[in-house]
């Protein structure tokens, strides 16, 4: 704007002194002589006004110079108020230094960082400062920093500095040089960047990344990482447990590491990201498998998003579950088993008041009816077709535990000699019975009827698992010490105790038993043979089970089957303590000689053939239908009974209870049970109390005759 003016102002001076002459040239025409001073006047006052303009022309420019000035000095302190603000009031720390490393300025953030008082830093060293006291080491490398921006270079590297409150906070550190136009260095710039919360995030994710990494490597399970089903990478115990090195593994689809029956569940629940845990069949290298839990979920890995997978090895799991399931079967069999118990005990029980009543009557009519009598034969075949109803009742009540035994000390080997013909008689020709017998054996105290039963039924079914091909029957006996470990593996569900047993075992090259078989073997009616009851086997458990023994089988499909029944070596002199009552045979009749009995019995039919079979041997008869009715009478009348005939099991009160009370009436009063269970069981729940006798139902006129003979001689 001044160039402009100036200019303006010499060329109006120019054309001003130009055009003098030309009015000079025309006032001195007119004027004639006076013209120069005219002209001179005229020069003088136009020169006036020329300067006057001109001032006014210089004053105007002055005054819009003064104006430009001011604006640029307004511009000028408002930029140096916005860099100072931004200068104080920055997050991160700042500073002014001279190249020496003198600090010249310091803003409040980097004193506040400190705690710091701006007198205090001001004119010190850098590295001699509050924030760098607290490392030498630190204050040495700032020390080289200074140098190295001093010579133009920037330095920037990560340090730390403690907080007022004695923490150490991570920085981001910088120093820049800042140059002249000329490429001097004028001073120094440094800046810091609280990284702390960064550092504690960048740790952090280190820390967990590195607690993974541990617990992958660590971990008993196998996990993977794959991208769109490819295999990225594996932990170590993935490498041990599938045999693929690393190089090996990544690169294969996940899939090779399950079984291809299962690969289709794998891939759809990779393509719909499926995270629940679900079992497979994993596959190893080496073509070995095992049952596998697969956990999978999506996650951010290396930047990346992958799916880690982990298989663990529940093999273990698996063998618990299936040996909790089969402790389950065996317990459920075993209920069931101790159902069917009770009911064929309960059935065999009934059958028997049932065979007293037939039987009995039979008995009385043969006495009635002449020898030449036709209808006599036909009684015959009543009677044995009852009594062999009775030993099928009998077969009940052994496989509930209750048959009718006769304990006496017996030798188990002695015993196989003694039916040694019979049971080669029981096998085909075919069947070689090899004997491996222990003539040294510990007595044992047992039924020899019935361990008789145990071994030919032992030695019929191994017969009969050969079948007609040629074949080899092993039968050994021996004795020795068994652990609970082995005793607990016996099938009957009452264990016994480790110790001494004597042992039986049967063993044969037949066609085995696959589970089922097994698990069925001892089910009352089950049978693999097309004819024939299935009470064999049940029965032979009853038995061992009703003479605290063990069972013990071992079966392979196609290979054979051994059986094993063990039998507790006991003291001769404590065993059968009990209240086990040995019959005499008697056979003289009416040895009544009007003695009074009481016959107590809920069952009509029962107190009826009883009556008349005391009747026909000469005894008089009072009879109760009840424990109460009993006790009533016996109050009564007791005086003139001799002998109370009582029931087992009766409602209402049972006979245990009505025998307690008879005896607290009258203590010398003889009692003789009859029950449709065995004499074992009778023992065992009279033991003690001094029972007189025992008569098994069915019971012949004989053996009633027999057994009231022997209790009236006491």
Known sequence: MRRRHNRFILILFIVVVSAIPIPAYAASSFLGNNFPILACVGGLILLVLILFAWNRTLKSCVEEHTADLGGSADILRKSEDKFKAFFEQGYYLAGLMDTDGTLTDVNNTALQMSGAE????????????????HSPEIQEKLRHAVKCAANGTSVKFETTHPAPDGTLHYIDFSLRPVMSQ??????????????????????????????????SEAGFESIFFSEKGICTEQNKNAGLIFGYSDAEAI???????????????????????????YEVTALRKNGTTFPALIRAKMMHYKGKDVRVTSLSDISDRKKTEEERLDLERQLLHAQKLESLGILSGGIAHDFNNLLQAMLGNLDLALIKIPHDTPARKNIDQAIKAGQHAAKLTNMMLAYSGKGLFDIKPINLTELVDEIATMLEAAIPKSITLDQHLDHSLPTIRADAGQLQQV??????????????QAGKIMLSTGSGKFDQSTLDQSRLDEKTAEGRYVWLEVRDNGCGMDGETLYKLFDPFFTTKFTGRGLGMSAVLGIIRAHKGAFLIESRTGVGTAIKVLFPIVDNHSAGSGTA????????????????????????MIRVVSSAMLEELGFETVVAAS???????????????????????????????VFKELRRIRPDIKVLLASGFSQQEVSERFDGLGLNGFLQKPYSLINFNSELSRVLKE
């Open 627 to 657: 424990g109460v009715e009993a006790l009533t009478l016996f109050r009564s009348e007791g005086d003139h009974i001799g002998v109370v005939l009582l029931d087992q099991v009766m409602p209402g009160m049972d006979g245990v209870t």
């Open 182 to 215: 000329s490429g001097a260095v004028i001073f120094l710039v440094p800046e810091g960047y609280d990284i702390t919360d960064r550092k504690k995030a960048e740790e952090a994710l280190e820390e967990n990344r590195e607690r993974y990494c541990g617990l």
């Open 251 to 277: 690169g294969r689809c996940g899939t090779e590491w399950i079984v291809p029956e299962d690969r289709d569940l794998v891939m759809k629940n990779m393509a719909s990201g499926y995270e629940e845990p």
């Open 118 to 133: 701006k007198h205090e830093v001001i004119g010190k060293p850098f590295w001699e400062t509050p924030w760098w006291s």
């Open 455 to 468: 071994i030919m039924n032992l030695i019929t079914n191994a017969a009969e698992a050969i079948g007609d």
């Open 581 to 604: 009552i040995e019959s005499q045979p008697y056979t003289e009749k009416h040895i009544g000689k009007s003695i009074r009995i009481l016959v107590v019995d809920d069952e009509e």
